[in-house]
């Protein structure tokens, strides 16, 4: 299980402050939507170039010009980027072939799916990363609930991440759903001792999966 920390809502300064403090406990970097609209694609690149090891997700939460976009974030460093589940089939399959060029990936975010149906439509267009995505306003109602992870109950052969509000408190509701990749932001970012909580979210991880291996 993968530990993707978002950085969102943040200056330039702020997200490579963190990163570096953070860098030892976390899998997968997220640039948040809020970030790449305030600095553009060039923050990609200054995060690729001082991190060149670490895999890069740039949450375009693309909707239309799917194959523009996708060319932008993976030209800029990216290895993965975000489109919605929303958007047109063409959208997703013009980005899915771009990043096949790139080498790269596509996570298709779910935000306001309700619908199975939807799942199985990305499936068969190619799409094997999915992230559940409990939104920052949903979040002023309550927490990630089952209902969230129903959607993809009977899927297989697709990894699945899951965001939204997640901390170390509500880690243990969620782990026990076994996503392949923890999306954390503010449960990491806005503590005081940033370093220290992604150490113990990764180590929360570690020891759920230590005490579920028997299992599998």
């Known amino acids: 299980m993968k530990l993707q920390l978002a950085l969102d ?44 090891e670490s895999i890069i997700v740039t949450d375009m939460k693309t909707c239309d010009a799917g194959k523009y976009e996708a060319a932008q974030a993976f030209e800029a460093g990216a290895d993965i980027t975000t489109v919605m589940a929303f958007a047109a089939d063409q959208t997703i399959s013009d980005m899915l072939d771009v990043a096949l060029e790139h080498k790269g990936r596509v996570m298709v975010d779910l935000l306001g799916v309700t619908n199975k149906l939807r799942i199985n439509q990305l499936q068969n267009l190619g799409v094997d990363l999915i992230s559940l995505h409990f939104g920052k306003d949903m979040q002023k109602k309550g927490n990630i609930t089952g209902d969230l992870f129903e959607l993809v109950s009977e899927s297989s052969g697709i990894e699945i991440a899951v965001a939204g509000g997640i901390n170390l408190d509500s880690l243990s509701s969620i782990l026990s759903y076994a996503p392949d990749t923890l999306i954390v932001g503010g449960g990491i970012t806005k503590q005081d001792n940033r370093k220290q909580a992604a150490a113990q979210i990764k180590e929360a991880i570690k020891e759920y999966e230590k005490s579920h291996s028997h299992c599998s």
Do not use: A
């Not at 300064?13 to 953070?22: K, R």
């Not at 860098?23 to 997220?30: L, N, Q, R």
């Open 9 to 52: 809502r943040l200056s330039r300064e702020e997200c490579l402050d963190i990163l570096g403090e953070t860098y030892d406990s976390i899998d997968w970097i997220e640039i948040g939507t809020g970030v790449i609209k305030e600095y553009g694609m060039s923050i990609v690149t200054e995060i690729r170039e001082s991190f060149p």
